[in-house]
């Protein structure tokens, strides 16, 4: 699996458009996202087995419920699975918890992005619930990973945007607006 300091990869992928547009059916609810789309911006990239699931939707839905939080971090959030966007689209119009999301659902088909991010699970074949922070440069930043029947807390990810984004060492618990820690006042006061 790819992890902090690797280069997040290449990719070009169909998605489910965010909001009312990803809704208008499949002339005009589709887009391509590449790595190149929202350039500049951070990027929470984050996975999920198959669509029609049980733990899935909550977990979707809590990062979307996130997502302006995670705009004012000038970060956008992508959604990822291997069904393909017809089996997205069909998803949220019958699924009322993900029915009016506010992120893209990325069709990863081919799994060329979940297999080279190294992600795939052994004996299933569909993705692990893998979590990436990647920032502007395309280096991944935070991963983690999760087996295929445990849900993330997004609200963490969100934490950890916040100290990554701080530039400064943030201990145990570090939410926004705390102190970070200065070596250097640490010293001083030991000595």
Same mark, same amino acid.
């Given at each position: 699996?790819?992890?902090?300091?690797?280069?997040?990869? %290449?990719?070009?992928?169909?998605?489910? *458009?965010?909001?009312?547009? /990803?809704?208008?059916?499949? /002339?005009?609810?589709?887009?391509?996202?590449?790595?190149?789309?929202? @350039?500049?911006?951070? *990027?929470? &990239?984050?996975?999920?087995? *198959?669509?029609?699931?049980?733990?899935?939707?909550?977990?979707?839905?809590?990062?979307?419920?996130?997502?302006?939080?995670?705009? #004012?971090?000038?970060?956008?959030?992508?959604? &990822?699975?291997?069904?393909? @966007?017809?089996?997205?689209?069909?998803?949220?119009?019958?699924? #009322?918890?993900?029915?009016?999301?506010?992120?893209?659902?990325?069709?990863?088909?081919?799994?060329?992005?979940?297999? %080279?991010?190294?992600?795939? #699970?052994?004996?299933? $074949?569909?993705?692990?619930?893998?979590?990436?922070? &990647?920032?502007?440069?395309?280096?991944?930043?935070? %991963?983690?990973?999760? $087996?295929?029947?445990? /849900? +993330?807390?997004?609200? @963490?990810?969100? +934490?950890?945007?916040?100290?990554?984004?701080?530039? @400064?060492?943030?201990?145990?618990?570090?939410?926004?607006?705390?102190?970070?820690?200065?070596?250097?006042?640490?010293?001083?006061?030991?000595?």
């Amino acid at each position: 699996m790819l992890t902090v300091g690797d280069s997040f990869p %290449a990719f070009s992928l169909t998605a489910v *458009k965010a909001g009312p547009e /990803g809704l208008g059916g499949p /002339g005009v609810s589709f887009t391509e996202i590449d790595q190149a789309t929202d @350039e500049g911006k951070w *990027k929470i &990239v984050f996975f999920w087995p *198959k669509d029609f699931t049980f733990v899935c939707p909550t977990e979707i839905a809590a990062f979307a419920k996130l997502s302006g939080e995670f705009a #004012d971090r000038d970060a956008v959030v992508y959604g &990822v699975s291997t069904d393909s @966007e017809f089996v997205h689209l069909n998803w949220r119009v019958y699924n #009322d918890d993900i029915r009016d999301l506010s992120i893209p659902m990325l069709a990863d088909v081919k799994r060329e992005l979940s297999g %080279a991010l190294g992600i795939l #699970d052994k004996e299933a $074949g569909v993705p692990l619930r893998a979590t990436f922070i &990647v920032d502007p440069n395309g280096t991944i930043q935070w %991963a983690s990973v999760n $087996g295929l029947n445990v /849900g +993330r807390n997004p609200q @963490e990810v969100l +934490r950890v945007l916040d100290a990554l984004q701080t530039d @400064e060492l943030c201990p145990c618990n570090w939410e926004k607006g705390k102190d970070v820690l200065k070596p250097q006042e640490l010293f001083s006061k030991a000595a």
